[in-house]
């Protein structure tokens, strides 16, 4: 348990994260608490972490992974198993994202759809065919998000088919619709600030994380809409990871544990705009905070999505090759 007035003067904690990901106030509630002064770097996209980590092994003592990856990294032995005593606030967290393994420690989680600009569209798009055959009007003004997984999983939804019927064929089949879309669109993870492409006007459509697209609305553009596409959506959760080479272990679980203090959990899911894993966190929201749809979508919206779930290393090759070839095209 963190202690009120406990200090660790002279010590560091150094996060690995996406852009405003972590409420700034709540680190600088840990490190009045504390005395640990909290370094914070950013990763655009899911490769760039890995090459960050895998060159600086020993620079960064936590970072934040998809639920898909946590094995993946367990096998490549960049992430160290967590001693729970030492968390004693993540009894807070809801039983249904525990990590049976223990290497991770669930925070947010949300979905992948279709973020768009209601005031310059006639017809909110609801489909991911709307972004895969796009009309006049949003040629050009379509964004795919940077993840290889992610476009491919979308193109499948598109073709009526699950995540199990993911294979090589398919995937190629995928591609080819991927091909005939891309001179229409940009593959890009976009800044979370005013020139974000939705907030400026030259993006009218296209993929985003529920939780991007609620913290576009409600800091920079309140035109900024979201829909949950009829094919199916793509599911995602985020977990902390402790890195194996971290040098500040035990500073990494004073901070886990107060991130997951019900209070500092509902200021920091408020503050990033995605749903909390913590319950507790979760009874101290509003009425209006909890009914907030693009955050927590109706479980029956939810019926046709899925967690990404790529079971082979040859269809993650191929994933990542056709990937490269699409998004170095212009």
Not at 39 to 53: A, G, K, V, W, Y
């Amino acid at each position: 348990m963190l202690l009120s007035g406990t200090s660790y003067s002279d010590e560091t904690l150094s996060l690995l994260t996406w852009e405003a990901y972590v409420s700034p106030k709540v680190i600088e509630a840990f490190e009045a608490q504390t005395g640990i002064r909290v370094e914070t770097h950013f990763f655009s996209n899911d490769p760039q972490r890995s090459l960050l980590i895998s060159t600086y092994p020993e620079a960064y003592d936590l970072t934040l992974l998809d639920k898909s990856d946590l094995v993946r990294y367990q096998n490549l032995k960049w992430i160290a198993p967590m001693n729970l005593d030492l968390i004693p606030n993540q009894k807070h967290l809801d039983a249904q994202w525990h990590d049976s393994q223990q290497f991770g420690l669930a925070y947010t989680w949300g979905t992948t759809g279709i973020a768009y600009r209601a005031d310059k569209l006639e017809t909110a798009p609801d489909k991911w065919a709307d972004l895969l055959n796009p009309s006049l009007a949003l040629q050009g003004k379509v964004l795919m998000i940077n993840e290889a997984e992610e476009i491919f999983i979308a193109a499948l939804k598109y073709m009526g088919l699950r995540m199990q019927e993911m294979s090589i064929r398919t995937i190629d089949l995928a591609y080819d619709i991927l091909s005939t879309q891309r001179p229409y669109t940009r593959y890009n993870i976009e800044p979370l600030n005013q020139e974000n492409g939705f907030v400026t006007g030259e993006i009218l459509a296209g993929m985003a994380y529920n939780g991007d697209a609620a913290y576009l609305k409600k800091y920079f553009n309140s035109n900024i809409n979201y829909a949950l596409p009829a094919e199916g959506c793509i599911l995602w959760a985020d977990y902390w990871v402790i890195l194996a080479k971290s040098p500040n272990r035990r500073n990494a679980h004073l901070f886990l544990d107060f991130i997951n203090t019900p209070k500092h959990a509902r200021d920091n899911a408020l503050f990033i705009s995605n749903a909390t894993t913590n319950k507790a966190a979760y009874q101290l929201l509003s009425d209006e905070e909890r009914n907030n749809t693009i955050i927590y979508p109706p479980k029956q919206t939810l019926k046709n999505c899925e967690f990404i779930s790529i079971n082979t290393s040859a269809i993650s090759r191929e994933l990542n090759h056709l990937f490269f070839m699409l998004s170095g095209s212009q």
